[in-house]
């Protein structure tokens, strides 16, 4: 599996980079994990505009999802070879209505849903083209999924946004790679069930024997090199700071 960062910032995109999004391939297929603000424009960077394959949205705060408004006049009012034809988008139940919602001013209430084919996330196993992906709900304000993607016997766990949960080291045990969010700072913020710390996101990667840990969805106002300090401190695998253009071979 090729896993690269098309964006990384929390909350907000930062100076450097999108909101979250990351991109995943293997055997020709090409799944995306979250769409943030900024990243339509970062992904073309990677991929063409009309070569995704399907889109797995951990939850709908805007900084996960908001540009597949973008993508959507992207692929309804494509010029060149007419509209698209619709692309497998798995997220929380009310999907379609938030992005409706969010656009606003679609032709219709049904447009959404004739670019894209959305699939009601639930916690549990299937199969998104080549790879084999467990879902798990995690703690977060409004629901949200972390998943685990498998292929080839390579494995890569995307804990989306939680605090601390048993479902989260659940899908990181055994990972080859972690990608964790660290929107925190160990000692400043203790909010239970919205995010973790650089400490925290170490402590899963240590508990579950994970080959790497990359840290993400760091905001602007956090400090990125203390949350890699707390991470080393009780993770002694190697550990990254998430970037825009990272690329990782799992």
């Known amino acids: ?7 990384c910032s929390g909350s907000f995109p930062s100076a450097e980079s999108a909101c979250s999004s990351y991109l995943v391939e293997a055997d020709g297929f090409a799944l995306l994990l979250d769409m943030g603000n900024g990243a339509l424009g970062e992904l073309q960077r990677h991929i063409g505009l009309y070569d995704l394959d399907a889109i797995f949205l951990s939850h709908l705060h805007a900084d996960h999802c908001i540009d597949m408004c973008a993508y959507f006049v992207a692929r309804y009012y494509r010029h060149e070879g007419g509209r698209c034809g619709t692309i497998p988008v798995y997220g929380p139940e009310g999907t379609e209505r938030r992005l409706t919602t969010a656009y606003d001013d679609v032709p219709d209430e049904r447009s959404m849903s004739e ?3 959305f699939r009601t996330l639930k916690s549990g196993t299937f199969e998104i083209g080549p790879f084999q992906v467990r879902t798990e709900r995690v703690s977060h304000p409004v629901e949200a999924y972390g998943i685990r993607i498998e292929h ?9 946004d939680t605090g601390t949960c048993p479902e989260l080291g659940l899908l990181a045990d055994g ?7 660290s929107s925190f700072t160990h000692g400043k913020e203790d909010i239970p069930g919205l995010h973790l710390n650089g400490h925290e996101a170490g402590e ?16 602007p106002w956090t400090d990125p090199e203390q949350n890699l300090a707390d991470a ?13 253009g990272a690329v990782y071979e799992i």
């Open 175 to 181: 990972s080859d790679l972690f990608l964790c969010e």
């Open 115 to 117: 670019v894209f084919d």
């Open 204 to 219: 899963y990667a240590h508990g579950g024997g994970v080959g790497r840990l990359v840290l993400t969805h760091i905001p």
């Open 152 to 160: 080839g016997g390579r494995s890569l766990t995307y804990s989306g």
């Open 232 to 244: 080393r401190a009780v993770y002694g695998g190697p550990v990254d700071l998430a970037y825009a």
């Open 1 to 7: 599996m090729k896993l690269t960062v098309v964006g």
